[in-house]
């Protein structure tokens, strides 16, 4: 069986990165753009992009992730992250592709003591938190064949906290009042591959298992794997643009028999020692 050809927008961001790494290892023919390839929040691009090259899959990673940012400039956050879905939304549905929306535990107001399933109610507190779920909602009503991807702490390509942590110069200050779970970008990656393959829709929460961490903890554990000499200095009470506790609850994989992603503590020990 032919596989599908998948177009993954905002392709040279960190998520797309580690996408285009690994779907064509599994055999995808992968088409890439980024913001200069296709504006995302420009409909006739998009729709043009998309009649020439006719994916089965629009995979769209295309974003302003930048909390602050997102805070100083609104109207860009909102044209990027619910224009955006949008576009790609109704390009998907004239094409009677899926497609696949990045979003984010922002959405959450972290309030919650208890993991976040894909029932709960959204909730954002931040500009970048309510425009991505502007953007899960354009995508949800304008496109049929949509599945809805909430990860956390992604890392594995390059700007991400475990290469912040590898460059640190000596000593690192992190907070310990900010709970999610550190997600491999290879484990997300193959979970989006089974959900592309199969018949699946909807929302899905996807992170590592074994959380939830402080990123506190999370340094402690790069730096006993890592084994480097950093010292690791604790920090809280710290005014957060993102929701103080995000642990995403993978509900929906377990509840439509898919595998979940691997534990945070393996995982992020298989990416060090890929990276020796
Ligand atoms: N990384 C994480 O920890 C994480 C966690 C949860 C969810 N997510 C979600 O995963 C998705 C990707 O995140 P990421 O971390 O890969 O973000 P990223 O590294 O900031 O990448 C986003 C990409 O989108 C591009 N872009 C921005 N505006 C665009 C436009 N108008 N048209 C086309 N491309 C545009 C950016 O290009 P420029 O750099 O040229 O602007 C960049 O390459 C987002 O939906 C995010 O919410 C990420």
Known sequence: MSKNMIWITGADGHVGTALHKVLPEHGYHVLCTNKEDVDVTDMDAVRLYAEMNRPTVIINCAALTNPSECEAN???????NAIGAR?????AERLGAKLVQMSTDDVFDGDSEVPYNEFDNPVPRSIYGKSKLAGERMVSSLCTRH??????????????FVHEFLEADGRIEVASDECAVPTSAKELAKVIMNLIDGTNYGIFHIVCTGGPVSRYEYAVKLKELTGKDIEVKETAGQ???RPVYSLLDNMMLRIC?????????????EFLKEMR
């Open 74 to 80: 609104p109207e860009e956050a909102y044209k990027v």
């Open 87 to 91: 576009n790609l939304a109704t390009a």
């Open 147 to 160: 599945i809805i991807i909430r990860s956390s702490w992604v890392y594995g390509t390059g700007a991400d």
């Open 239 to 241: 005014k957060h643009v």
């Open 257 to 269: 028999g898919l595998e979940e992603p691997a534990d945070w503590k393996e995982s992020l020990q």
